[in-house]
């Protein structure tokens, strides 16, 4: 393989054409997307609720429900 003579051509893309590549990646990568979703958001969501037991009343509750 001849690395010197690989070319790109690069184009802008629609707005349209931009969502929809974004939407295919997501498709393929869905398990991946989730995993560090849920990796960035049970630490936030431990912390909430460990603070959220500290505040007098019903505010414990709508700390949890506005995470």
């Known amino acids: 393989m001849n690395l010197d003579l690989v070319t790109v051509h690069i184009r802008p893309r629609t707005s349209w054409e931009a969502i929809d590549i974004g939407f295919a ?4 990568r869905y398990l991946k997307l989730w ?3 849920l990796l960035c958001a049970l630490p936030a969501l431990a912390l909430v609720g460990g ?3 500290l505040l007098p009343g019903p505010a414990a509750k709508w700390s949890l429900f506005l995470f």
Do not use: E, T
């Not at 990646?25 to 393929?28: H, K, P, S, V, Y």
């Open 25 to 28: 990646l997501a498709r393929r």
């Open 35 to 37: 995993l560090l979703w």
């Open 51 to 53: 603070c959220s037991f």
